[in-house]
């Protein structure tokens, strides 16, 4: 919650003129008139035995004197600045808002006024109407880094990243020492950094959380997410690095093996791949694409055998996953299971009709089971297919959304 200050009472200088006539105007507004007014005819009774001239020019002193004690005072009563903080001190909220806000109407030069609204609305829950009137206090005030916070949280909040990267950096520029300044830019730049990716725009991907894992190290979900960027791009080496990192950091962190055990699997070191895949599975058997890649890690050796059961699993919990159908299409033949592996390979046809590769393997085994003439035609039309057109590239990580643990 924003605290808010009591604002300073400031006076409003008196000017006189010091011969001639005395005029409201030359004080200060119209409310003293009355006060003119009365001294006039005081003037007119006479009642100490003075020249004329003399006597005005003391009555004019005299009103001076009156009107410079009068002004602050009733300039008080009037200021909806004041009145508003007031209001706002004895709880006044309904009260406290309505002179609040007609006062930063007239842009006052002083900051309570915008730290009592503040505080006001953090107290009332409004936060669309805090994040406002802390952002109109930032570009009036940007000394006070309460309204930057504020503003970064709200855009963070809100899934403005690049936003929040703003003025959480500016804060962090403005006061490096401040532990708050860099958790915000830090975790803005993780969350714009999973934005990316999860639209599969890697590069940008890589760009904010590399920040992320500059400005804290020992965030997990940067280093597990920036791993991730980095295998989609082909940077294996890189990529392996920073799961190391995680699991060094946090040797239970969820996928953590998956995804090093991925890009084993890309560097076709299959029996590290194997063992990291089968920790996964070990601590968190409900997620299929962990049984798929070990499947083909062991397709990968030869191991047709002890694919087949991963790649069950991975079939049954992604009955429309084109990868997994396929992977066990090619195993069951193989193994000499042609029923069966025509089954999965029809099925694969069905789910991706663009990928050349297993109407290509449909067509081989139609032939060696003496349908040639439905193979010649399936061998014609993957050649009339001029690119593969995929979900996602050989390489890439597809298989959750980037959301983490975090939240802003």
Known sequence: MIPSKSPKQRGTAVSQKPHGGCLASDHYDGAVLPFLSHLDDAARIQPMKLPSAAKRSFLCITAGLLISHVQPVQAQQLD?????????????????????????????????????????????????????????????????????????????????????????AEGFRRWPDDLKFKEGLASSHLFLGMKFLDQAKDQEAELHLRQATKLDDKDIDAHLNLGRALHNLSQSVEALAEFDRVLALAPQTPLARFHRGLVLYSLHEYDAAIADLSQEIKVNPAYPPSFLFRGQAFMAKGDWKNAVPDLDVAVVQMPDNPKAVYARARCLSQLGRLKEAEVDFRKTVELDPANSDSLNALARLLSLTGREKEAEALFQKALELNRKVRSAGPGEIRFESAQSKKTQ
């Open 80 to 168: 909806p600045c004041k009145l508003g903080s007031d209001a706002f001190q004895r709880r006044d909220l309904p009260q406290a808002e309505a002179l609040l806000k007609q006062c930063i109407g007239t842009k006052p030069p002083q900051i309570n006024p915008y730290l009592d609204l503040c505080a006001l609305y953090q107290m009332q829950g409004k936060t669309k109407a805090l994040h406002d009137v802390a952002l109109e206090g930032l570009q009036r005030f940007p000394q006070e880094k309460r309204f930057y916070l504020t503003v970064g949280n709200q855009a963070g909040q809100e899934k403005r990243y690049e936003d929040a990267i703003k003025i959480f």
